[in-house]
């Protein structure tokens, strides 16, 4: 493994990229030969609720004025799309909590390249708009749910607001999205009863389940003791609930590794980030609510493009330079795992899950 030492990107024009960087117009590819394809858009820092393992209770938000407008973001997506990404995923912080959420949306459908665009929500305002993403031309969506338990859902999220979820998650299925995902993170000692619960619940409603390993990219003190590893939630679910088989049409450069229910009661995935990275095949690149560019969620540096997209005329051939310059600056993984790994300054609400 590479040292894992905090590089410096520039964004300066023209700037030294050594001799193995590849020509700017050619396919988004890192050092390590990943091709990316797909780009993680934070459109706001700010969030209803406030999860103890996501973002502190006492949190400054960004002032709106610094964040991109829908039509900068839509920009970027242009130039990164030119480039060969040609999935869109937008999140936060609370994405929904971004007026007109729906009109940004249109906007990145109709970009030339990208054949989808997927959303991450914590489901609090989806009743309302579910309709109007729909209609817009969102297809993929994910909705963050880790307990059905009123009083745990206020334990964990530090607000109220089960009821809201629940209806967003009913809204998002007559709205038209097939199928509806939904994302739970466990926490032993904190949720471990609710997946058991959660599986019935979706299996019952037709949902898809995921289940993220606890990372430390919140506020709080992580442990690793504290993630209930993948392993053990198919063991649980196999026992308690019905055995699972690999899917057959598992995407190997997924982050999430499917499983199918053997009495034929849906799909359940696994994203082991922590106990089986997926950072060999890892195809993303982000870009923050106030237009910092990211490889990755753990990365220590990221890249401003924000003052080349306010220029009057955008200067993309230097936005594309910043792109290319942040993949090959990738580091092998997030080394979670490793004495070497380092935690960012910012938390996961800020960076955009
Ligand atoms: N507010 C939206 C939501 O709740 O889905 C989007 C942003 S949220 C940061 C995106 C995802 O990150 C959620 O599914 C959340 O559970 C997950 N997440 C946040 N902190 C995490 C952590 N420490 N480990 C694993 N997943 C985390």
């Not at 700010?46 to 973002?55: A, D, F, I, P």
């Not at 619960?197 to 003190?221: D, S, T, V």
């Not at 106990?275 to 195809?283: D, I, K, L, T």
Request: proline share 6%; net charge neutral; charged share 30%.
């Amino acid at each position: 493994m590479s040292e894992r030492l905090p590089l410096r990107l520039t964004t300066e024009p023209g700037a030294d990229f050594g001799s193995a960087l590849p020509a700017p117009h050619s396919a988004l590819i890192d050092s390590f030969g990943r091709v990316h394809n797909n780009l993680r858009v934070s459109v706001t820092d700010r969030c209803n609720l406030r999860c103890t393992y996501c973002m502190p209770e006492d949190v400054v938000f960004r002032d709106r004025s610094e964040l991109l407008t829908f039509e900068e973001i839509a920009e970027f997506t242009r130039v990164a799309a030119g480039l060969g990404i040609d999935k869109v995923r937008l999140t936060g912080g609370e994405p929904l909590m971004r007026k007109d959420l729906h009109k940004l949306v249109r906007q990145l459908v109709a970009v030339p390249g990208i054949k989808d665009v997927g959303l991450t929500t914590n489901g609090v305002l989806l009743a309302e708009q579910a309709e109007a993403l729909f209609a817009a031309g969102l297809r993929r969506l994910n909705v963050s749910l880790d307990t059905l338990d009123p009083g745990r859902f206020r334990e964990l999220t530090r607000r109220d607001g089960l009821d809201r979820v629940l209806a967003g998650l009913a809204a998002a299925k007559r709205a038209g999205f097939a199928p509806v995902k939904v994302n739970a993170v466990v926490i032993r000692g904190v949720n471990d009863a609710d997946v058991v619960p959660l599986a019935r619940y979706c299996r019952e409603h037709g949902f898809e389940l995921r289940f993220i390993e606890y990372m430390p990219i919140g506020a709080e003190a992580w442990e690793r003791e504290k993630v209930v590893f993948a392993r053990e939630i198919l063991d649980l679910l196999g026992r308690e609930v019905s055995p699972l088989a690999p899917a057959p049409d598992n995407d190997p450069r997924a982050p999430a590794l499917d499983y199918d229910y053997a009495d034929g009661g849906g799909r359940v995935g696994m994203i082991a980030s922590v106990s089986r990275p997926f950072c060999a095949s890892c195809n993303r690149l982000r870009l923050t609510a106030e237009g910092k560019v990211r490889n990755c969620l753990f990365a220590l540096d990221e890249a401003d493009v924000k003052p080349l997209l306010r220029r009057p005329d955008p200067d993309r051939p230097a936005v594309a330079e910043v792109i290319h310059r942040t993949v090959w600056a990738k580091w092998e993984g997030h080394e979670i795992n490793t004495a070497r790994f380092v935690k960012p300054d910012r938390t996961m609400h800020a960076i955009g899950g």
